[in-house]
């Protein structure tokens, strides 16, 4: 009898064989038992194996699609007659709703086809009611949400890797892409069909490839590998991911307790977003606060800190200036602040152990940190007591300049915790927090100027408005921004961004080491980043315009030229940044691969963006500005780069000029002597 190892061995060989394109029928007769007779681990097995032996991922994914469908008898065979869970039974519904919702749209596009084909012209409301349906489309992000957050991570632990996964990873991103590029084709005119028939096309594909993989892969594994509790956990997680297609979660689940914790998460979303705009559209802030929490202190008493933080995000999303959204942030943390409380304590006793983190794991940096600012701010608070009773302004400015190690902080969580949130399109409240950063700043600024003027009543007036704001800020950390982070960011990126928090640093602590980075597995973060190149020796020079130099005699270069160099490549990616001994803006690993205007405070994004449109548009040949920072004269300039030409990029470099400003008369090379 053929054992599962042996099983395993032979869809191994034959998926090679089929990746060089010996795709025969001999070769697939000789395969054939064992094809026919694979189960879901055994075909995940193979595939990760092969992943593991090849680099190039289109050919990856087409020899994949071949191989799987090879194994559709064995499969088909080995798949249960019904899935009893209701987790699964829940995804099935959504996979039933997409299949529809795809059936629906085909038609629609056939017809809009069809009438290009007979006149070679677009019918626009026919082409109107296809967006709206792909519009429709997006109603399935949940469903790879719970897929890639809550599933996938539950099957770690039981796969010897993961690359299977990752794959469905992908095509779940290149499905969304696709869906971006055809809205914003359809928006275009004139319309291009060739292009939408493409796209749409490849698109259907793609969806109807993922369907099956996850009903005959994915599924069965979950069923091998995961216990009755685990999914019912995973079940608990929906209440925050939400449905696809406005599943109604109760349908799944006859569980008293579950179905009194969980309600329709998509119509308290909305619920949510009725408040918040209402906000927005009131004046008298108190009467607002009354009403509100009267009217929907049901809806608060359920909130989850993410479905706040979500709120915000769709604010943006719809429209709503950041600026905006930065006013509304205050009002409404206090509006929300006994419903945000209500979800800590329900977080504490339910089963979210996972919110507590080892010391040494950036989010226990960051709680450590904000615990020492409590400290802080009571010393501060002493600090400037004193001044007004005795105009103590050395004691004053040491409580200052410790205080504002705060930036330290802040400056982290923009370039280390930030660009990862992004990844997985988490990015309205981030962009809200570093406004909310920005505000800070500015009164630490006033309050250094305060100090050099003794000017002792502004000083205590700043420090007064001051406290509230850094306390607003912690609670928007503990109660919105880490439960969300540790929700959405695997462990793998998180051993990421604590590699690069030293590059910035920390304010007022060392971080512990019970949790360590190189302990956690390395996993290929799905990163919109350019691939690394193959590794070269240091022998190996590289051809420049004038000369050769090793990699390594670049890199020592660069790291010793006395200015900081950033560069952002044709696509507005960060591709590198010198490593300087001592920098003058705050760099982290974190930025590479980030978009250039989410690495700048919210309200200079604009100006970004127009600096470099006028790059590209050859409008002007630099941009140059200076600044007066810590006593430091800052000269910063951006210059675009050209290739025969054609747009590269743009290259920021920033120099400390203080010494070079006061250089008067000369010095000659003959005076060393």
């Known amino acids: 009898m053929t054992n599962k190892i042996d099983v395993q061995d032979y869809l191994l060989e034959y998926i090679l064989k089929l990746s060089k394109g010996e795709q025969t029928k001999e070769l697939f007769e000789k395969y054939k038992k064992y094809l026919d007779s694979c189960n879901a681990a055994e075909v995940n097995s193979a595939i990760d194996k092969y992943i593991d032996m090849e680099d190039d991922f289109d050919h990856i994914e087409r020899t994949v699609a071949k191989f799987i469908r090879a194994c559709e008898r064995g ?3 080995q798949k249960p007659i019904e899935f009893k869970n209701p987790y699964l039974k829940l995804l099935l ?64 632990d039981g796969l010897e890797n ?35 028939n493409k796209i749409y096309g490849d698109m259907y594909l793609k969806i109807g490839k993922l369907l099956y993989r996850e009903e005959t892969i994915l599924f069965p594994l979950s069923v091998s590998f995961l216990s009755d509790e685990k999914f019912h ?49 009131r004046e008298d802030s108190s009467t607002v606060q009354k009403e509100i929490k009267r009217d929907f202190k049901k809806l608060l008493d359920t909130l989850s800190p993410e479905e706040i933080a979500e709120a915000e995000q769709a604010l943006i999303a719809e429209g709503v200036a950041v600026e905006e959204v930065q006013q509304l942030c205050e009002l409404h943390v206090d509006t929300f602040y006994e419903a945000l409380k209500n979800a800590s304590k329900r977080a504490e006793s339910g089963s979210t152990s996972g919110n507590e983190k080892l010391s040494g794991h950036p989010i226990a940096n960051y709680r450590t940190e904000n615990k020492e600012l409590k400290s802080q701010i009571s010393e501060f608070k002493k600090a400037y007591k004193r001044l007004k009773r005795k105009n103590d302004f050395n004691d004053f400015n040491e409580a200052l300049k410790s205080i504002s190690m705060i930036e330290i902080h802040y400056q982290r969580k923009e370039n280390q915790l930030f ?60 109660k ?33 080491n019970l949790w360590a980075p190189e302990i956690v597995s390395e996993k290929k973060l799905n990163f919109e980043s350019t691939p690394p190149l193959k590794t070269k020796t240091d022998d190996d020079l590289v051809d420049l315009s004038v000369g050769k130099l090793s990699p390594s005699q670049i890199d020592l270069m660069l790291k010793n030229l006395p200015l900081d160099i950033t560069f952002v490549d044709e696509n507005d990616k960060v591709r ?39 790059f590209k548009e050859r409008k002007r040949d630099r941009a140059e500005f200076w600044i007066q920072m810590n006593g430091s004269f800052i000269y910063i300039r951006y210059f675009p780069l050209f290739e025969k030409d054609v747009y590269k990029g743009v290259i920021e470099v920033s120099q400390e000029i203080s010494s070079i400003k006061a250089l008067e008369g000369e010095k000659r090379l003959l005076d060393e002597e």
């Not at 009611?129 to 770690?156: D, R």
């Not at 993961?162 to 004139?190: A, F, G, R, T």
């Open 233 to 281: 956990h995973l079940l608990e997680d929906v209440d925050s991911l939400g449905t696809a297609f406005n599943v109604n979660l109760q349908d799944f689940y006859g569980g008293k307790n579950m179905s009194e914790l969980i309600n329709n998460s998509q119509q308290r979303k909305e619920e949510l977003n009725k408040i918040i705009k209402a906000l927005n559209e």
């Open 93 to 156: 519904k959504e996979n039933s709703l997409l299949e529809e919702h795809k059936n629906k749209t085909t038609v629609i596009y056939k017809e809009v086809v069809e009438e290009y084909c007979k006149t070679k012209d677009i019918d626009i409301n026919k082409l109107s009611i296809l967006k709206e349906n792909l519009l429709g489309f997006k109603q399935v992000v949940p469903h790879y949400l719970k897929l890639q957050n809550s599933l996938f991570p539950a099957l770690e």
């Open 480 to 512: 919105i921004l880490f439960p969300t982070a540790i929700r959405k960011l695997p462990e793998d990126v998180w051993a990421t961004i604590r590699k690069g928090e030293s590059e910035i640093g920390y304010a007022w602590i060392k971080p512990g």
């Open 75 to 77: 499969l088909e065979s």
């Open 419 to 478: 660009p990862f949130l992004e990844e997985v399109d988490f990015t309205g409240p981030s962009k809200v927090m570093w406004g909310k950063h920005d505000e800070i700043r500015d009164v630490f600024r006033k309050l250094k100027t305060a100090v050099k003027e003794e000017n002792v009543g502004e000083c205590v007036s700043l420090s007064k408005s001051l406290i509230p704001q850094l306390k607003r800020m912690v609670f928007m950390e503990e």
């Open 576 to 614: 590198y940044f010198s490593q300087g001994k001592e920098r003058i803006f705050p760099r982290s690993p974190g930025i590479i691969g980030r978009s250039v205007e989410n690495c700048h405070p919210p309200k200079s994004v604009h100006v970004v963006k127009k600096i470099v449109n006028d």
């Open 162 to 196: 993961m690359n299977c996964l990752k794959l469905m990873w992908h095509i779940q991103d290149s499905i969304l892409s696709n869906l971006k590029e055809l809205i914003k084709i359809i928006d275009k005119v004139p319309f291009d069909f060739t292009l939408f």
